[in-house]
């Protein structure tokens, strides 16, 4: 399922992406550094939402309290979630 995720204090204002089950593809950044934001996304190809939390959670950029890269495992986790409770509730 594809998923939009609205950022909060980044220069990409949007990130989207795609689940399948727990793991993420086909990542696209919308504003932002653009030829590091299109490295990060292949980089992170097929990796879980576990990994991605786990390697970017926390990750602030200059004086930000947080990054596109931090932006991401947020996103990434509250999608996952949302599915989750979507298939366990799914009326």
Not at 44 to 55: N, S
């Amino acid at each position: 399922m594809r998923h939009e995720y609205k950022t909060e204090n980044t220069c990409a204002q949007i990130i989207s992406f795609e689940l399948d089950g727990n793991i993420v593809k086909n990542i696209e950044f919308y504003g932002g550094c653009n030829g590091n934001l299109k490295a990060i996304s292949k980089l992170l190809e097929g990796a879980t939402v576990e990994k991605i939390e786990k390697e970017l959670l926390g990750n602030t950029c200059g004086r930000r309290p947080t990054s596109c890269t931090d932006q991401l495992a947020k996103a990434v986790r509250a999608a996952y979630e949302k599915e989750q409770q979507s298939a366990k509730n799914p009326c």
